[in-house]
């Protein structure tokens, strides 16, 4: 098993361009979720998904978007990239809400 | 307030020595709680999760304190191999809360 793969590792964008971060999971987890970290803040909930086609709005929401077509795959993208968007990005999948999250080992994405 | 808080440390303490964190959640309705620890510029890795009774993993022992809304993490005999920052979330799912983070170092 892979466990939760993410692409790329790193990026820079500019400010105003749009960009997808993959994630995939080959655990058959129903649940997905997206999350960003930044220095001295703990991890923050952007979006998550409780099964294919299912999608809800975390913590912080503004500025990124998200689909699950199928149970392995959770995109997420940024429509117009700001410096605000400058973070480490990790994915994570779970078995149900009772259990421990995995994830990714995380994008850094730079925004100038 | 943060919805959890722990104290960001550094802790730095030599080998063999006893640790202990503290986590506090301001969610009384939270169903699931847990301990990760995140080595520098890595994934999150679960340690444990915390149960209403307490539990202990080797050295490790989790303590969850529901009337004063906080957990706790206890390392004994610290290994070198410990020195990580250990994440403190409080759950469900759909609301999962990341505390920032409580630094240690463990020193030969």
């Known amino acids: 098993n892979a466990g939760v793969t993410q692409t790329p590792k790193f990026q820079v964008l500019k400010t105003g361009q749009s960009m997808t971060l993959q994630c995939a999971q080959d655990m058959n987890h129903e649940y997905m979720s997206w999350y960003r970290q930044d220095p001295g803040m703990g991890l923050r909930l952007i979006h998550y998904?409780?099964?294919?086609?299912?999608?809800d709005q975390g913590e912080v929401p503004n500025g990124y978007n998200v689909s699950r077509s199928t149970t392995e795959d959770f995109p997420l993208r940024l429509l117009s990239a700001a410096p605000s968007q400058t973070s480490v990005y990790f994915c994570a999948s779970s078995y149900s809400t009772r259990y421990e999250q995995y994830f990714g080992p995380g994008t850094r994405l730079t925004v100038t | 307030r943060k919805e959890v808080e722990q104290d960001p440390g550094p802790f730095n303490v030599p080998e063999g020595a006893t640790v202990a964190f503290n986590c506090t959640y301001s969610n009384s309705a939270s169903q699931s709680f847990f301990w990760y620890r995140q080595d520098c510029r890595k994934e999150p890795k679960l340690l444990m999760s915390v149960y209403s009774s307490g539990n202990e993993d080797g050295r490790f022992t989790a303590q969850l304190n529901r009337a004063s809304q906080y957990i706790s993490l206890l390392i004994r005999d610290s290994k070198l191999s410990d020195s990580a920052t250990y994440l403190c979330v409080v759950g469900p799912y759909n609301d999962m809360r990341f505390g920032a983070g409580t630094r240690l170092t463990v020193k030969p």
């Open positions: 998904s409780v099964g294919a086609g299912i999608t």
